[in-house]
């Protein structure tokens, strides 16, 4: 069965410094995608970023990198130059082929970006 | 930029009565989602949708019911509400094809119920 856990239930961070959100994942399944995504204050999903099983590097969009860590089951996500408009939920999901359609989520880390 | 649409944003409504969560999307996407979230928690699949006339439960069980007769509209129903149906309901859209592990979702901005 899948599993997202996610262990920080909220992070404080420095604007302009840089914060990793952890998140491990489970799975049987070889083939499988990890996805973050931002739930700001106003309640909307918005989609980060996305690394495979089989990609070969981690994946990086603008600030946001995953530390994807395979053998560890781990896939943190990594916030270079926090701005204040970051703070936010982040979510991390994963979906397997087992899992057929299902996005399973973690519970979340609520992130602060103190000026 | 995703193109999902929930109405209403905010429901305030009282025990016993029919509602029904309205969600559209233009992207022409063949799968469509419905996600309960509890204040400060991780969002549950409730139910989901293959394409017309396709609809399935979810992980979580939901007294909702869904219908998919047009590919852009997937809405949810709850025949009496509850106080406990209060929740944040998110509908999203996938294009992806036979469980593809990177289908990415859209989300739409959600709809806050209180039931009192």
């Known amino acids: 069965a899948q599993k997202i856990t996610q262990t920080q239930p909220g992070m404080f961070v420095q604007e302009k410094e840089a914060v990793t959100l952890d998140c491990t994942y489970d799975?049987?399944?070889?083939?499988?995608?990890l996805f973050w995504y931002k739930q700001p204050s106003s309640g909307e999903m918005i989609f980060l970023i996305y690394?495979?099983?089989?990609?070969?590097q981690n994946a990086t969009e603008g600030r946001y990198s995953l530390n994807f860590q395979k053998a560890r089951k781990s896939a943190n996500l990594v916030i270079s130059a926090s701005q204040l408009g970051d703070s936010a939920m982040y979510f991390c999901?994963?979906?397997?082929?087992?899992?057929?359609?299902?996005?399973?989520f973690g519970k979340g880390t609520k992130l602060t970006v103190n000026p | 930029e995703a193109d999902i649409y929930q109405t209403p944003r905010y429901l305030v409504i009282g025990t016993g009565k029919k509602i029904t969560l309205e969600c559209s999307q233009t992207?022409?996407?063949?799968?469509m989602y419905w996600y309960q979230q509890d204040p400060g928690m991780e969002l549950h699949l409730i139910h989901y949708?293959?394409?017309?006339?396709?609809?399935e439960k979810g992980d979580l069980s939901s007294e909702s019911t869904v219908s998919r007769i047009r590919t852009e509209h997937f809405p949810l129903t709850l025949e009496s509400a509850r106080p406990s149906h209060t929740s944040q309901y998110l509908c999203?859209?996938?294009?992806?094809?036979?469980?593809?592990?990177?289908?990415?979702?859209?989300f739409g901005s959600g709809t806050q119920l209180s039931v009192l």
């Open positions: 999203a859209s996938s294009e992806g094809y036979g469980g593809d592990p990177n289908e990415k979702l859209f």
């Open positions: 799975t049987s399944d070889p083939s499988y995608g």
């Open positions: 690394q495979g099983s089989y990609d070969q």
């Open positions: 999901a994963m979906r397997d082929q087992g899992g057929s359609e299902k996005l399973v």
């Open positions: 992207m022409g996407h063949d799968k």
């Open positions: 949708s293959y394409g017309v006339n396709s609809t």
